[in-house]
């Protein structure tokens, strides 16, 4: 139980200013609500404490660094959240019926294709934060594991309207933070002061090089199993 060594030796013995906001990141929100009762417990209030998903407070600090670089609204990722459930939506609009006629026989509600669509929007959401490079080598027509199952699904990815995908924002990300180590004094007040991980059972590898370079600014802590 990490939670009394959190709260002794960081929030108590390192607390920010009153008017700070305390950031948390967890890997659900039961976590958020057993947390913060917990710091209640222990210190008499939880206030001013905000506790995120590590997918929502990466795809924050993307919008906050890097939303002046896209002046073009049509491939401007922050005009909407970018998540699975645009991407069942654009998947079910190009899916072609014709090479899925077996799978959709009987469907005369479309609720065959919703359902696929869905479950391919799982798919590659996921890849996005674990295998970004995939979808990078895909949308450049290249293929890595060059068997029928990545082919069909390096077409459909070639197909959706996913630029810029998450692993281009990486990309710029790490361009951006390059660009503020020149100059960190004029850049400091764009970070959190100090980000706790608490009680995230994994992280991807592309998520775990975000928060090194996001340490570069801002103090880390990791709490952990």
């Not at 009153?18 to 890997?27: A, S």
């Not at 980000?195 to 928060?211: K, P, Y």
């Amino acid at each position: 139980n990490f939670a009394p060594t959190l709260i002794d030796d960081v929030l108590q013995k390192e607390p920010l200013l009153p008017f700070e906001k305390e950031t948390i990141l967890i890997h659900s929100n039961g976590m958020a609500q057993w947390l913060s009762t917990g710091i209640a417990e222990k210190t008499g209030i939880c206030a001013n404490i905000q506790c995120e998903l590590p997918t929502k407070f990466i795809f924050d600090t993307y919008h906050s660094l890097l939303n002046e670089d896209f002046q073009n609204k049509i491939e401007n990722p922050f005009e909407e959240r970018f998540d699975k459930d645009i991407l069942a939506w654009q998947i079910y609009y190009v899916l072609n019926d014709k090479n899925l006629k077996n799978y959709l026989k009987n469907d005369s509600n479309h609720l065959k294709k919703r359902m696929l669509s869905k479950k391919l929007a799982q798919v590659f959401d996921i890849y996005q934060t674990y295998r970004a490079d995939w979808l990078e080598n895909w949308k450049n027509e290249k293929c890595i594991l060059n068997n029928e199952n990545e082919e069909w699904q390096a077409c459909l990815w070639q197909l959706l309207n996913t630029e810029p995908s998450r692993a281009t924002l990486f990309k710029k990300y790490i361009e951006k933070i390059e660009n503020f180590k020149k100059n960190p004094a004029l850049t400091v007040e764009k970070f959190k002061k100090r980000i706790i991980l608490f009680g995230l059972t994994g992280l991807s590898a592309q998520n775990m090089e975000f928060l090194i370079h996001y340490s570069y600014f801002s103090d880390v802590h990791c709490f952990i199993y």
